[in-house]
């Protein structure tokens, strides 16, 4: 069993920077692929990037650019830097877990998940 816990969001202006962390637990850590998404009020949970255990990395259009994620397997944990934050990116951001090597885009290719987030970015 793998759990994750994010941290790191918050209340900004558009145009700020945000970091998020995700810290999971297990000793095969640097054998995930773990992946960030994003909830809007009244919207379904979308994919925002991804990074495998050979560093891989995939990112949804929308934050390409802006955002970068990374993994430190010392430290069990995953980031996700957020820059030029935009009202559209608000949401809560939850860290998700796969065993294996591929990433995936969808929800369900990932078995473990945070509680999430709150990022909020104003105008």
């Known amino acids: 069993q793998v759990q994750v816990v994010e941290s790191g969001g918050g209340s900004v202006q558009a145009g700020a920077s945000l970091r998020l962390s995700c810290a999971a637990s297990?000793?095969?850590?640097?054998?995930?692929?773990m992946a960030w998404f994003r909830q809007a009020p009244g919207k379904e949970r979308e994919f925002v990037a991804h990074?495998?255990?050979?560093?891989?990395?995939n990112y949804a259009d929308s934050v390409k650019g802006r955002f970068t994620i990374s993994r430190d397997n010392a430290k069990n944990t995953v980031y996700l830097q957020m820059n030029s934050l935009k009202p559209e990116d608000t949401a809560v951001y939850y860290c998700?877990?796969?065993?294996?090597?591929?990433?995936?885009?969808?929800?369900?290719?990932?078995?473990?998940w945070g509680q999430g987030t709150q990022v909020t970015v104003s105008s």
């Open positions: 990074i495998s255990w050979i560093d891989n990395t």
């Open positions: 998700a877990a796969k065993d294996g090597p591929f990433g995936s885009i969808g929800v369900r290719g990932y078995d473990y």
């Open positions: 297990g000793r095969t850590f640097s054998r995930y692929t």
